[in-house]
């Protein structure tokens, strides 16, 4: 969660379902299930009630769907830019799912984006200390920490997670990961290519990072190519051999690229898709659709200014 006011605790919602609806499970099943489509269509306070009318159809004893349903409320409830009722919420269900990094680590980045630093470090070292091997969770608190402005605070946890013992070879994959995070080259390449011959696929996007910023793009597209035909690819994977392409001038393999990353369900990195989508067109020499993109961008992204001046210069082509 990166990015980037008193509500009725988990406790509370117990004490209340003793005079509640009684506890059809489907009520509440299908009350969760509307809150989330709230969630999802940006409506957030509907959200927030729809999950407290669900939460007072349990049956009085705190199941997976509680909290599930409590995870679902305290996201609506920060994307409503109530923090202290979703850091109430995270308070309660750190009782209740306090085995879970989860808890921890959602509370800690409310602290940290209200620039709550020391209080977000306490809540990320229990975050760790729940789920010491989670490299994926140091990585997570160090791009929301560095995000805020917080980096120093932040490598610490990568360097942290280079010193655990684990001769894994996912651990291995990680490990270069975080050296390339670091700026450490050499030890992030040789780890890394001891993943890719370990099979690690997602090893290969980030060993290819490196061979195209030492601007041997055939090896990373050779390696992005391996990745871009795993059932593990990603938006970010495509964009990349986009970019690869479009800097070899292969403009129609960049924008298949661009579109393959802009059909998944999962696009972490909508932006640089969208605009390399764009690029693409224009040095394809079609104008109108590249107009068309970028007035497409535009409306989800509206205060780009470069973009708007491109829009400016295709509107006259």
Do not use: W
């Not at 696929?201 to 090896?219: F, M, N, P, S």
């Not at 390399?276 to 020499?285: F, R, W």
């Amino acid at each position: 969660m990166k990015k980037k006011l008193l509500v009725i605790g988990l406790s509370l919602y117990i004490a209340a379902t003793m005079v509640a609806c009684g506890g059809h499970s489907q009520k509440e099943i299908d009350l969760r299930d509307q809150g989330v489509e709230a969630l999802d269509a940006g409506d957030y306070d509907t959200a927030i009630k729809l999950f407290d009318k669900a939460l007072s159809c349990s049956i009085g004893k705190v199941t997976d769907l509680e909290i599930d349903i409590n995870y679902y409320k305290a996201a609506a409830q920060f994307k409503s830019g109530d923090f202290e009722g979703a850091a109430a919420t995270y308070e309660a269900l750190i009782k209740y799912d306090g085995d879970n990094y989860e808890p921890y680590f959602l509370r800690g980045s409310i602290y940290a984006s209200e620039g709550e630093v020391g209080k977000a470090i306490l809540d990320y070292d229990k975050a760790v200390e729940v789920d010491k091997k989670n490299y994926l969770l140091y990585i997570e608190i160090y791009e929301n920490l560095d995000s805020l402005g917080y980096t120093d605070q932040g490598k610490v946890y990568l360097n942290n997670a280079l010193q655990i013992s684990d001769k894994s070879a996912e651990a291995g994959y990680y490990k270069g990961r975080i050296n390339y995070m670091l700026g450490q080259t050499s030890q992030a390449q040789e780890l890394l290519q001891k993943a890719v011959d370990k099979d690690i696929v997602e090893a290969r996007l980030y060993l290819a990072k490196i061979y195209q910023d030492q601007g041997d793009y055939d090896k990373a597209q050779k390696l992005l190519e391996e990745y871009a035909k795993s059932e593990d690819v990603t938006s970010e994977a495509l964009a990349t051999l986009g970019d690869i392409e479009m800097a070899n001038g292969n403009y129609e393999n960049a924008l298949g690229y661009y579109e393959a990353g802009l059909s998944l369900k999962s696009i972490d990195n909508m932006p640089d898709l969208l605009k390399g989508q764009v690029s693409a067109l224009e040095h394809l020499g079609r104008f109108t659709e590249a107009c068309d993109a970028l007035t497409q961008y535009l409306e989800s992204y509206p205060n780009d200014e470069v973009a708007k001046k491109e829009l400016i210069f295709l509107q006259t082509r």
